[in-house]
T-cell receptor, first 114, second 116 residues
């Protein structure tokens, strides 16, 4: 079946602008994760959804970052007043239930803030 | 807090030879899971292999095997018969059970380059 998809694949924006990044998880997966991967580093956890609710948002760096999953499927990561330091690859992953199941990743969105 | 350490920033291997990528971890949990992912230049993280902390045997998946040494807290990935398509970044990750949802903690990665 279809894997995790993310759009856009690339996003270039200017400092101070607002951006939205979209993730479409594997059908039937109730758990959804967002990670951020800076150049030359491993991914770092941002937020986890179980169904529609954010079960853990401890990885969000500040209040400029927000994510939603209103219907328990597609999720949108929203970044306000973007800064150059937000430039990174934003990865989305999903798993069947959020417990011990393997997380499957999408191709990521490469965000560049000029 | 969990920590994953990958001490090899880059590795070369000759095509058709085996290669070991190192991973050590630190956790106070008794129950945990260890994962290896491959990230080619396209950027997608591809799941390779999983080892549970209570699994008695080392995990194997095709050409991939995990050399799990619990007492040493190491979970090295062994790739047998390397292929040119194995050239990529490889990340070791650990599941953090005390956090809701079991998010993954990743190491810094190892870049593997397979020489023809």
């Amino acid at each position: 079946g279809a894997g995790v998809s993310q759009t856009p694949s690339n996003k270039v924006t200017e400092k101070g602008k607002y951006v939205e990044l979209r993730c479409d998880p594997i059908s039937g997966h109730t758990a959804l994760y967002w990670y951020r991967q800076s150049l030359g580093q491993g991914p770092e956890f941002l937020i986890y959804f179980q169904g529609t609710g954010a079960a853990d948002d401890s990885g969000l760096p500040n209040d400029r970052f927000f994510a939603v999953r209103p219907e328990g499927s597609v999720s949108t990561l929203k970044i306000q007043r973007t800064e150059r330091g937000d430039s990174a690859v934003y990865l989305c992953a999903s798993s069947l239930e959020g417990g011990r199941e393997t997380q499957y990743f999408g191709p990521g969105t490469r965000l560049l803030v000029l | 807090a969990q920590k994953i350490t990958q001490t090899q920033p880059g590795m070369f291997v000759q095509e058709k030879e085996a290669v070991t990528l190192d991973c050590t971890y630190d956790t106070s949990d008794q129950s945990y899971g260890l994962f290896w992912y491959k990230q080619p230049s396209s950027g997608e993280m591809i799941f390779l292999i999983y080892q549970g902390s209570y699994d008695e045997q080392n995990a194997t998946e095709g050409r991939y095997s995990l050399n799990f040494q619990k007492a040493r807290k190491s979970a090295n990935l062994v790739i047998s018969a390397s292929q040119l398509g194995d050239s990529a970044m490889y990340f070791c990750a650990m599941r953090a059970p005390q956090n809701a949802g079991n998010m993954l903690t990743f190491g810094g990665g190892t870049r593997l380059m397979v020489k023809p």
